[in-house]
C-alpha cells in the first residue's frame, strides 16, 4: 500500500461506535439461523406422543403469519441464547467430510474457480469474472466500516473503483496484483488481531486465483469476527430489555394462536395440583382465603413457579412436550437434570461406604474428598447413551473396596473382610436402580436443598405482601 493507516486508531474509533453494530448483528442472524432452527427443533420433542390439552379451538392460520411466527421465534431464540450465555460466539459452518451438501458445494465452487483460471489464461485475458469478485471484495470490506471511517471508505472506493477497472481491462492496462496488493492491506487494516497470520500468508501466495480464493476465505472469517463484535456490543442492551421483549413476543404469538402455550399452562397446574395435594401450604408461604369466605388455601404464585421449575429436573424428555416458554432452554434443563442424577447416585455411593466403613475412615475430610473425585471421575461419561450404569458402578465398588481396605489400614484397622466386601459391592451395584430406597432418599434430599435455597425469595414476596396489608388495613 502506498500509505500506511493507523491500526490502532480504527479500533478505538470501531469500538467507540454502535450504530453499525446492529447491522453486524443482522449478519449474524442470518449466519446462525439455520443452526438455531435446527436447534429449536431437536429441542422439541414430537407432540404425537402425549395429547395436547385443548384450552381453546384450533385456528387456521396463512402461510404468510406461520413464517412471520418462524421468524420471530428464531430471532428470540438468538436474543435469548446472547443474554443467557455470556460465551455466545457465532462460528463458521463446517459441513462434515462426507455430507452431500459439502460434496456439493466444493464441485460448484470447484467449476467456478477453474471457470475463472481458463478466463485469465486466455489471450488476451477475461476479465469479467475477475472485476465481479473485486467488487464482491469491496462490498465485503466497506460494510466493515464504520461511519466514522471517511478516509478509508473513500480510499477503498477511489483504488477499487470498477468502471475504472473495466476501462482498464479493455485496453490491456490492469494490473491484477496491484489491485490484490491493495485487497490485502486493507484487510490488514481492517481485520482483528487474531486474524493478522492469515492475513500475512496471503502475501505468499502468487498466483491469482489460489489467491482470490484464498482472500474470500478470509473475508468470510472476518464477517464472523464483526458479527461476534455485534454481539459483545448489543448485549448489555440485550440484557436490560430481553425480558420485556420475550414477555412481548409470547403475548404475540398467544394473540395469534390461542392453544400456543398449552404445555405451560399444563404444567403450571400440574405444579399446583402437586402443592396442593401434598399439602405444602404449611412448608411454604401461603395466602389463605378470608375467613368464613369458604375459599380453599391459595399458593403463592412465586412458589408455585418455584416448584414447577423443579419439577422440570424429573422430566421425561422422551414422552412430554417440554413448556413453550422453557423450550430455548430445554437443553440447559436436560444438562442440569444429568449432573442431579450424577450427583444422586454420588451421593448414593458415598452414604453406602460410609455407613458400612469404620467410623475412624467417616470422619476424614482427606479420604472423603479422594473417595469423592474418584467415584466422580468414573461417572464421568453417564450423559453418554453409550454408558452403562451397572457396569460403572461394579467399577466403582471394586475402586471403593481397595480405597476403603488401603485407608483402614493407614488408620491401623483391620481390613474389610470378604464378606463385608461382597455387601459393600452389592450394595452400591444396586445403587443403578433408580427405585433404591438410598438413591431415592438422596434425591429427595437434593431436590429439598433445591427447595429451600429458592424458598427465601417466596418468604420475602410474602413479608411484603403482608406488610402492605398491614398498611392498608385501618388502625
Partial sequence: MSENLDKSNINEAGKSKSSDSEQGLEDAVEVSDEALQKKIKSGSPSTQRVQRPHSSPPRFVTVEELLETAKGVTNMALAHEIVINGDFQIKPVELPEDSLEKRV?????????????????????????????????????????????????????????????????????????????????????????????????????????????????????????????????????????????????????????????????????????????????????????????????????????????????????????????????????????????????????????????????????????KLKMIVKILLTDMHLPSFHLEDALTAVGEKVCLEVSSCLSLCGLSPLTTDKEAVLKGQIQAVASPDNPIRRIVGQAMIGSLELSALPSVLQRERRRTGNACKMSPS
Fill in 105 to 369: 458445494k466444493d464441485i460448484v465452487h470447484k467449476a467456478f474457480w477453474d471457470c475463472l483460471s481458463v478466463q485469465l489464461s486466455e489471450v488476451p485475458p477475461t476479465y469479467d469474472r475477475a472485476i465481479k469478485l473485486v467488487g464482491e471484495i469491496k462490498e465485503t470490506l466497506l460494510s466493515f466500516l464504520l461511519p466514522g471511517h471517511t478516509r478509508l471508505r473513500n480510499q477503498i472506493t477511489e483504488v477499487l473503483d470498477l468502471d475504472l477497472i473495466k476501462q482498464e481491462a479493455e485496453n490491456g492496462a490492469l494490473d491484477i496484483s496491484k489491485l490484490a496488493e491493495f485487497i490485502i492491506g486493507m484487510m490488514g487494516t481492517l481485520c482483528a488481531p487474531v486474524r493478522d497470520e492469515e492475513v500475512k500468508k496471503l502475501k505468499d501466495i502468487k498466483e491469482i486465483v489460489p489467491l482470490f480464493r484464498a482472500i474470500f476465505s478470509v473475508l468470510d472469517l472476518m464477517k464472523v469476527d464483526m458479527a461476534n463484535f455485534a454481539v459483545s456490543s448489543i448485549r448489555p442492551h440485550l440484557m436490560q430489555q430481553s425480558i420485556e421483549y420475550e414477555r412481548k413476543q409470547f403475548q404475540e404469538f398467544l394473540e395469534k394462536q390461542p392453544n400456543s402455550l398449552d404445555f405451560v399452562t399444563q404444567w403450571l397446574q400440574e405444579a399446583t395440583d402437586d402443592l396442593m395435594s401434598q399439602k405444602y401450604k404449611n412448608a411454604l408461604p401461603a395466602a389463605g382465603g378470608a375467613a368464613g369466605s369458604g375459599d380453599g388455601p391459595q399458593l403463592d404464585p412465586v412458589a408455585v413457579q418455584n416448584y414447577a421449575y423443579l419439577k422440570l429436573l424429573k422430566w421425561d424428555h422422551l414422552h412430554r412436550p417440554f413448556p413453550e416458554t422453557v423450550l430455548m432452554d430445554h437443553s440447559r434443563f436436560q444438562e442440569f437434570q444429568l449432573q442431579l442424577e450424577q450427583l444422586t447416585v454420588l451421593g448414593a455411593v458415598l452414604l453406602v461406604t460410609f455407613s458400612m466403613a469404620a467410623p475412624g475412615i467417616a470422619s476424614r475430610a482427606d479420604f472423603a474428598e
